[in-house]
């Protein structure tokens, strides 16, 4: 059965320091929970302990992580997995999510969310890390597809196929991210509605959107640095129809805009979160 938590419905919020003051003082109705990656937290003090605390004073907070990497080839660091543990029991989180994603080789961080191959040994490799990180985590696990710019090889299966077979073999749940399979339909060719039935909708946990950068001819980049676009919008709603209430995150990470058109932003996915669903947060 899908994990639930009564305090997670309707639309979220990335915590992020340069938005942190305005979260906790001028939240508008819309804004039910927030999100927050413990790399930005875990053996950090001073202002992040103290903006940690603020946030969950008002609000509910779910993890999402940064740098796990479980398509990787390196040992688990099971120091971080230790400290990732007594976070999420910290803030009580209902569930942790990190990426479908390569990032580290020999020891060392590439410090970017690189795709990995859609192969059939891959998503064994894959699933069976995932496995193990699940394992170290007091709570379910979700992983979220990525945006990705070139296909690393020969792909033996297309993304949806890859993503049930990693889900299917690990156990893990899905983070719907509902931007990136825009940018990526945009950027490969394919239709985003028919990948997203093609995918295991009951076992979205959770949704993000973001905004992207158009480049030049087109070319799409996921920056989560402007404004959700109208196609991403729609596209949420057409998810939301097919997965049922999930909660759905706001990512804004960079080039924050005034906080009242962060807001309208808010105010309009809580609208399309209202109508795509049925119910009322």
Same mark, same amino acid.
């Given at each position: 059965m899908r994990p639930t938590d009564p305090r997670f419905t309707g639309i979220g919020l990335g915590l992020r320091a340069p938005l942190a003051e305005a979260i906790v003082h001028r939240? #508008?109705?819309?804004?039910?929970? &927030?999100?927050v990656s413990p790399e930005n937290h875990v053996n950090r003090g001073g202002s992040f302990v103290r903006m940690l605390h603020e946030a969950r004073a008002k609000f509910p907070l779910v993890t999402h992580g940064l740098t796990m @990497?479980?398509?990787?080839? !390196?040992?688990?660091?099971r120091a971080y997995l230790t400290d990732l543990a007594a976070f999420v029991r910290a803030?009580?989180?209902?569930?942790? $999510?990190?990426?479908? @994603?390569?990032?580290?080789? !020999?020891?060392?961080?590439?410090?970017?969310?690189l795709p990995i191959p859609f192969t059939r040994d891959a998503a064994a490799h894959t699933a069976a890390r995932v496995r193990e990180a699940m394992a170290a985590l007091p709570? #379910?696990?979700? &992983?979220?597809?990525?945006?990705?710019? =070139?296909?690393?090889?020969? =792909?033996?299966?297309?993304?949806? =196929?890859? /993503?049930?077979?990693?889900? !299917? =073999? $690990?156990?893990?749940?899905?983070?719907?991210?509902?931007?990136?399979?825009?940018?990526?339909?945009?950027?490969?060719?394919?239709?985003?509605?028919?990948? /997203?039935?093609?995918l295991p909708l009951d076992r979205v946990v959770q949704m993000h959107v973001a905004g992207h950068l158009v480049a030049e001819h087109g070319f799409r980049i996921d920056t989560h640095g402007e404004p959700v676009c109208d196609d991403v919008y729609d596209l949420l709603h057409y998810a939301l129809r097919r997965t049922g209430p999930v909660p759905v995150l706001l990512?804004? !990470?960079?080039? #924050?805009?005034?906080?009242e058109a962060l807001v309208d932003e808010l105010d309009r996915l809580d609208a399309i979160w209202r109508d795509a669903t049925g119910v009322t947060p």
């Open positions: 939240a #508008p109705p819309s804004l039910r929970w &927030l999100e @990497c479980p398509g990787s080839t !390196d040992p688990l660091d803030v009580e989180a209902p569930w942790h $999510s990190d990426h479908l @994603c390569f990032g580290h080789r !020999d020891g060392v961080f590439l410090h970017d969310l709570v #379910p696990f979700a &992983l979220e597809n990525l945006s990705w710019y =070139a296909h690393p090889g020969e =792909a033996e299966l297309d993304e949806a =196929a890859f /993503i049930r077979a990693v889900l !299917d =073999a $690990s156990g893990a749940w899905l983070m719907l991210d509902v931007n990136n399979v825009y940018v990526n339909a945009r950027n490969h060719g394919f239709d985003a509605r028919e990948f /997203i039935d093609a990512e804004r !990470d960079h080039n #924050p805009p005034p906080w």
